[in-house]
DNA sequence: CTCTATGCAAATCTTTTGCACGAAC
DNA sequence: GTTCGTGCAAAAGATTTGCATAGAG
């Protein structure tokens, strides 16, 4: 998120194409009805939660933050959200070793992707890293640091 | 145990204890005797899958195998088996994007783990970089290298 | 008015669990 | 003989789907 800043903070005011991940309601509405989408009740809960959120959260958990405005919000319903929010890139779905997969949103990048022939970078979701921070942890008890190091590859232009 | 995989580099090749992983039906055989576990046809079964495997399988690709030599064996034995294996670190599991979660040896050491304070070397195995992988191929065409790049962050030790 | 999203219920898929019996040691 | 693992059946948990209707544009 802090690297993020520094690196957005290069450009003019007038980008409001969300890159990577739209980061406001008006946003993410938008990004919704571009494709003909509807903008309803649960949907703008759904968003207005993830943007109040600084982790992950459970289709489950999502479901009762949105009954709480909105009781007669169905949980199939918040899973059709989320998929689409999926689905638009907005958000990122972790699936978790055994309970139920998690969303959040799909700005705060950590990571970066370096490009060996290149040389190129690209930024990566913290969360990203999470399967790999947890095997780090659980199998050696070592606390990795996503922002602290490059992965390196090839990116898409120089496969 | 994660000392011991730390370690392992230094120690001469007098060590039989299968550190990380057990890689032969034997070593892994007696890793399931030694907390007075029993060796029966399933379990015999599962262990020769696994072996004779290069890659991820799921419990029902698991049972198929299994079922072709002991029909008998049903699918809640091989997800307990599969979890033993697991406790007993021999093999990795790997909760899959949508389907199901899927089991793999845990031997085959790709990556590295630095530590940013004492620069000890921790091997990670390359299934460990699945999900990170997966992320940065989807969301950015680009290919990971687990094999050139350190992890880092602090290790057991150092935390 | 048209077409999308929702509520509701049921289905699906994966994994777990209780229990009595059979097998390993 | 004891203890552990298995088969069977049922439960549990998470997610998806069909369908009629309400609601957004």
Same mark, same amino acid.
């Given at each position: 998120m802090a690297q993020m800043a520094e690196l957005v903070?290069?450009? *003019?005011?007038?980008?409001?194409? +969300?890159? +990577?991940? *739209?980061?406001s309601m008006e946003a993410i509405l938008d990004l919704l009805r571009a494709g003909g989408g509807r903008i309803t009740t649960s949907r703008r809960l759904v968003v207005s939660a993830l943007l109040g959120l600084r982790g992950h959260i459970t289709a489950e958990e999502m479901c009762v933050l949105v009954q709480a405005r909105a +009781?007669?919000?169905?949980i199939s319903t918040i899973y059709r959200n989320l998929e689409e929010l999926e689905r638009l890139e907005v958000i990122d779905r972790t699936q978790m070793a055994h309970g139920p997969a998690t969303y959040h949103l799909a700005t705060a990048a950590h990571g970066h992707l370096v490009c060996e022939n290149c040389g190129s970078i690209t930024e990566l979701p913290s969360e990203a890293f999470r399967s790999l921070a947890d095997t780090a942890r659980r199998r050696h008890g070592f606390t990795i640091n996503p922002g602290r190091f490059a992965v390196t590859g090839r990116c898409a232009a120089c496969q």
């Open positions: 903070g290069s450009y *003019a005011g007038e980008v409001t194409v +969300p890159v +990577p991940g *739209a980061d +009781p007669d919000v169905v």
